[in-house]
């Protein structure tokens, strides 16, 4: 079993650093056959969300799959049409019954802004917190200037900050209030949907030097700019690989090589536009 190293959030509370995305998997032998066989590579952390539609197979899954639910931090997320502080509690309450177990993290999925409702969702975050319903809570996809709104509410700030995040897009304005506010950054997207990023030659070139596959060299990369990763894989041997790279580090040089790859355009959705 492969050994995934953790790191501790603002609060205390240990997390690994690298954890399973279950997007577009709806299908339960699928489910079954990922999460066992994560569980038994080593993996112990698994992130979901409500809009994601398989809540209900990554609960049985995990019970399926035979190991300790103590041992894995569980997370999802409230989706946009969800938001409010009563749709939020009762998002909440929907999610807890689907997965069939506790929630180990809440995040807030998207800010929709255009709404002016991620206020109060978050006032109900931080009431499901203080009342020991969950470990930690946090956003996803949220801009600094959503995270100081939230800073001007008062009281418990995000513990986490879910964000698209690969060589070719790195928001180092961001990981730096990040790094400021104690809120930890989570790499969604590592690859690319589309896994281009693993075909760059300047990836490659670090990949054989280091006799590591490319997708090996992008997610040790994440992780040395200070990211959580979340990573999917179609393979058990991918899996596997993807969860080893804790025993070799990039070099400054080779770091400083992959940062010049930085676009600093999102692929994805705007999240001062995205509603659905």
């Not at 398989?54 to 049409?81: C, P, Y």
């Given at each position: 079993?492969?050994?995934?190293?953790?790191?501790?959030?603002?609060?205390?509370?240990?997390?690994?650093?690298?954890?399973?995305?279950?997007?577009?998997?709806?299908?339960?032998?699928?489910?079954?056959?990922?999460?066992?066989?994560?569980?038994e590579?080593?993996?112990?952390?698994?992130?979901?969300?409500?809009?994601?539609?398989?809540?209900?197979?990554?609960?049985?899954?995990?019970?399926?799959?035979?190991?300790?639910?103590?041992?894995?931090?569980?997370?999802?997320?409230?989706?946009?049409?969800?938001?409010?502080?009563?749709?939020?509690?009762?998002?909440?309450?929907?999610?807890?019954?689907?997965?069939?177990?506790?929630?180990?993290?809440?995040?807030?999925?998207?800010?929709?802004p255009?709404?002016?409702?991620?206020?109060?969702?978050?006032r109900?975050?931080?009431?499901?917190?203080?009342?020991?319903?969950?470990?930690?809570?946090?956003?996803?996809?949220?801009?600094?200037?959503?995270?100081?709104?939230?800073?001007?509410?008062?009281?418990?700030?995000?513990?986490?900050?879910?964000?698209?995040?690969?060589?070719y897009?790195?928001?180092?304005?961001?990981?730096?209030?990040?790094?400021?506010?104690?809120?930890?950054?989570?790499?969604?997207?590592?690859?690319?949907?589309?896994?281009?990023?693993?075909?760059?030659?300047?990836?490659?070139?670090?990949?054989?030097?280091?006799?590591?596959?490319?997708?090996?060299?992008?997610?040790?990369?994440?992780?040395?700019?200070?990211?959580?990763?979340?990573?999917?894989?179609?393979?058990?041997?991918?899996?596997?690989?993807?969860?080893?790279?804790?025993?070799?580090?990039?070099?400054?040089?080779?770091?400083?090589?992959?940062?010049?790859?930085?676009?600093r355009?999102?692929?994805?959705?705007?999240?001062?536009?995205?509603?659905?």
């Amino acid at each position: 079993m492969i050994k995934i190293e953790n790191i501790i959030l603002r609060n205390g509370i240990s997390i690994p650093q690298l954890w399973l995305g279950t997007y577009k998997i709806n299908q339960a032998c699928e489910m079954n056959e990922l999460v066992k066989s994560a569980l038994e590579i080593g993996y112990r952390a698994i992130d979901t969300a409500e809009h994601y539609g398989n809540e209900d197979l990554v609960g049985q899954a995990i019970k399926n799959s035979g190991h300790n639910r103590k041992e894995i931090f569980l997370a999802t997320k409230i989706w946009n049409t969800d938001q409010g502080y009563e749709k939020t509690m009762e998002a909440f309450a929907k999610s807890q019954k689907k997965l069939g177990t506790y929630i180990d993290m809440i995040l807030i999925h998207w800010p929709c802004p255009m709404n002016g409702l991620y206020y109060e969702t978050w006032r109900a975050l931080q009431d499901l917190y203080k009342e020991g319903r969950v470990k930690a809570i946090g956003v996803s996809n949220f801009k600094i200037t959503h995270l100081e709104d939230l800073k001007k509410m008062g009281g418990e700030m995000p513990m986490v900050n879910q964000i698209e995040m690969h060589p070719y897009y790195i928001q180092e304005d961001m990981l730096k209030y990040c790094k400021d506010n104690e809120i930890q950054v989570e790499a969604w997207s590592p690859l690319l949907r589309g896994g281009d990023v693993i075909n760059n030659e300047v990836i490659n070139k670090i990949a054989f030097n280091h006799d590591k596959s490319p997708v090996q060299i992008v997610l040790r990369y994440l992780i040395q700019l200070g990211a959580v990763v979340l990573v999917k894989s179609s393979s058990e041997m991918h899996a596997k690989q993807n969860a080893d790279i804790f025993k070799f580090a990039l070099s400054e040089e080779e770091i400083q090589c992959i940062k010049k790859l930085n676009a600093r355009q999102r692929t994805y959705q705007d999240p001062d536009d995205y509603y659905l």
